[in-house]
């Protein structure tokens, strides 16, 4: 199959085309205003909706009302953005309503810079707003997986009817890259027969609330979203690992800090340290499982966790799963600073000297 060059940003949007994203809405902020520009071409002539709303509060609600409908909803921000949205992403959760949100990150807090950071882990993974709930978040560590990821995404979401997250740093959006256009695998959906359709030849109409006054109504269905995520955390986990099976030293990454560790990995080989990487693809759920296993075998000393955010996001994770069992080191930078091959290979040597 021929390779396409294909920009980050653009390539989601018409990933999400391809997917049969019935409606778009959002508000252009950088680095993912090509999304949105994409979308506003592309979408008319596909028959389907665009709207640029008037803020990002007013895009996820729209987001809210289409997936009520039974429609393929979507939305896309940056940091900032993404903020704005979180009321929205609880009460599409607490109706559990499918839909697909992109944070293509920026370097925070606040305003913070337009460069690529990785500093939104935490509100992907831990729910930002209200309420025990949660989102699948995938993590494309380039163009390709991006493509494949946003395609696979509207499916997650529309069988666990529940909002997935394509979380990546806005360096992977902003860069082009040769992908190909690949037919994934397609799941066995169940019907949309939840959807409110109204009333008419209908014997009865369904109702999309999140409000529950009764708090024994309301305990029961957090009760039901809970096994639904235990579900999810049993079937949809995913990790890649590269160059483990000997690994004394393991760097733990995502996105643009992975991709960049594979250079580390391959030049600390070179001078006779064995590293490897252990790569979270799906970053709620975390392998924890995996990444349990791994550093409890005898060749691993310790595992150092790179990450584009000041004092470590995903750091919590990986100690959570590694329980001790090996000394943890943490390098990164914050604020849309990227780490370089040098600093991974310096902490890593580190790491090592001090797990002796």
Known sequence: M?????????????????????CFFGYPITP?????????????????????????????????????????????????GISLKQEGITY?????????IVNCMRGGPGLGTIQPAQGDYFQATRGGGNGDYRTVVLAPSNVQEAVDFMQEAFDIADAYRNPVVVLMDGLIGQMMEPIEWRE??????????????????????NIINSLYIDPDECDKLNQHLTEKYAEIQEKEVRWEEVDCEDAEVVITAYGTPARIALTA????????????????????????????ELSARENVRAILDVEMSSTGQML?????????????????????????VEEIMDAARKALKEAN
């Open 2 to 22: 021929a390779k396409e060059l294909w920009k980050g940003n653009e390539a989601i949007a018409e990933a999400a085309i391809r997917a049969g994203c019935d």
């Open 32 to 80: 993912q205003s090509e999304v949105p520009e994409y979308m506003s071409l592309h979408m008319p002539e596909h028959g389907r909706v665009f709207v640029q709303s008037e803020s990002e509060l007013a895009a996820i609600n729209m987001v809210y009302g289409a997936a009520g409908s039974g429609m393929r909803a979507m939305t896309s921000s940056s940091s900032p």
């Open 92 to 100: 599409l959760a607490g109706a559990e309503l499918p839909a697909v």
């Open 184 to 205: 994934l695998p397609k799941r066995d959906l169940p019907p949309k027969d939840w959807a409110a359709g109204g009333r008419r030849g209908r014997a009865h109409t």
């Open 265 to 292: 990995l391959e030049l600390l080989r070179e001078e006779g340290i064995r590293a490897g990487l252990f790569r979270p693809i799906t970053l709620w759920p975390f392998p924890e499982k995996a990444l349990a």
């Open 316 to 340: 919590d994770d990986v100690r959570l799963a590694v329980e001790g069992r090996k000394p943890i080191r943490f390098t990164g930078h914050a604020g849309g600073a990227i780490p370089s």
